[in-house]
């Protein structure tokens, strides 16, 4: 069908463009790298890692759940996702980052739990709709085959809805991330910031899960994310350089998931973890070199008095 990955890059992009599925494929993995991108970035500031590898999960049963009841899988992605969210952000303990090591224990054991009910949710489904192997495997590790074009203005319309929200919630959100308690002392709704936050989170996780499988969506949210920070201390910047590297990780996995027999989210995967890790050295080698700043808190001031005007 192809004459193969080569070192030609207009021969190799004639060739993923010579196949509408690969268009929108492009089209779609573009739309959720953009969002997993940005939200992902501001779920690692505000450490809430676990809760979106969760929330990637349940995308999982509510895909199967969906297949079972004859719908489309994205119904079920979304609704899970944003479903979970909600029942996350009501779950005592959560969103308690203060509160020292215990809040710290009782949110993981509240957000382990939804998990794996989750997780044995999907496994019932799958068998009730007495899913093939392969069927399975698309759900769980992604394919860039079959995605169709309403399919890509549904990611974009969500996607859209969702970087509008989070730009609305910019300010109070990056508040109450640096300082939850202050941010609360100057009337921010801390709580109310903190659900809408997990309801984006989950709208990413449900759209991402579509390209790159549920079990694997995590590590778009993150790689790119963990990366991003490790090279810079400015939030703005940081935002742009995850967004720019989840692009990127997203384009050249589909890209070799094209010429090769391996699926998009273990490409994803594996050069989400490369660049982490190269990203990792490079702020070791400049931490010991004395070049690289520590990554500092805003100033308080500043921040409460810009957010509360």
């Given at each position: 069908m192809t004459a193969g990955l080569n070192w030609n890059l207009v021969d190799v992009i004639r060739q993923l463009l010579s196949f509408h599925f690969m268009v929108n494929a492009l089209r779609a993995g573009t739309i959720v790298a953009v969002v997993a991108g940005a939200i992902g970035y501001l779920m690692v500031l505000r450490r809430q890692s676990f809760a979106g590898h969760t929330l990637a999960v349940i995308g999982f049963p509510g895909a199967a759940g969906a297949t079972w009841l004859g719908l489309d899988a994205a119904f079920g992605y979304f609704g899970f996702c944003v479903a979970g969210a909600l029942i996350i952000s009501a779950l005592p303990g959560v969103d308690r980052r203060n509160a020292g090591l215990g809040g710290f224990s009782e949110e993981s054991a509240a957000i382990g739990t939804v998990q794996a009910f989750a997780l044995?949710?999907?496994?019932?489904?799958?068998?009730?709709?007495?899913?093939?192997?392969?069927?399975?495997?698309?759900?769980?590790?992604?394919?860039?085959?079959?995605?169709?074009?309403?399919?890509?203005?549904?990611?974009?319309?969500?996607?859209?809805?969702?970087?509008?929200?989070?730009?609305?919630?910019?300010?109070?959100?990056?508040?109450?991330?640096?300082?939850?308690?202050?941010?609360?002392?100057?009337?921010?709704?801390?709580?109310?910031?903190?659900?809408?936050?997990?309801?984006?989170?989950?709208?990413?996780?449900?759209?991402?899960?579509?390209?790159?499988?549920?079990?694997?969506?995590?590590?778009?949210?993150v790689a790119p994310a963990a990366a991003a920070t490790r090279l810079t201390a400015q939030p703005a910047v940081g935002l742009a350089l995850s967004i720019a590297l989840a692009v990127l990780i997203t384009w050249m996995g589909e890209t070799f998931a094209f010429f090769s027999p391996y699926p998009i989210g273990f490409w994803v995967t594996t050069l989400g973890f490369a660049i982490f890790l190269l990203a990792t050295a490079y702020r070791g080698i400049t931490d010991r070199a004395g070049r690289h700043p520590t990554i500092p808190s805003p100033p308080q001031r500043a921040l409460s008095e810009s957010t509360t005007r």
């Open positions: 044995a949710c999907g496994f019932l489904f799958v068998g009730l709709y007495h899913g093939f192997l392969n069927g399975l495997n698309n759900l769980l590790f992604g394919t860039i085959i079959g995605i169709t074009d309403q399919q890509v203005l549904v990611l974009l319309i969500a996607g859209t809805g969702c970087l509008v929200a989070l730009v609305a919630l910019g300010r109070p959100l990056l508040f109450s991330t640096i300082d939850p308690d202050v941010a609360r002392a100057r009337g921010v709704p801390t709580r109310l910031v903190s659900t809408a936050f997990l309801v984006l989170l989950g709208i990413a996780a449900g759209g991402t899960s579509q390209i790159t499988g549920s079990l694997l969506v995590f590590a778009l949210l």
